[in-house]
């Protein structure tokens, strides 16, 4: 049976939400990578984001 959560993400998600639960990633832009924390664009080789420390779990 669904929970209250479980219903309330699916609103969201249909809506074009992310879900809080999702493990955000590295956003490509051009040949770059963008941090989806912070907006900072690395070279497609980094690891962890430079500007602002995140790094993808």
């Known amino acids: 049976m669904a929970t209250a959560n ?3 993400d699916e ?5 074009g939400h992310e ?14 990578k963008r941090c989806p924390d912070c907006g900072g664009l690395h070279e497609m080789d980094a690891s962890e984001c430079t500007v602002c420390g ?3 779990s």
């Open 6 to 8: 479980d219903i309330f």
């Open 11 to 15: 609103f969201l998600a249909d809506r």
């Open 19 to 32: 879900s809080e639960t999702e493990t955000p990633a590295w956003e490509e832009d051009y040949n770059k």
């Open 54 to 56: 995140w790094t993808p």
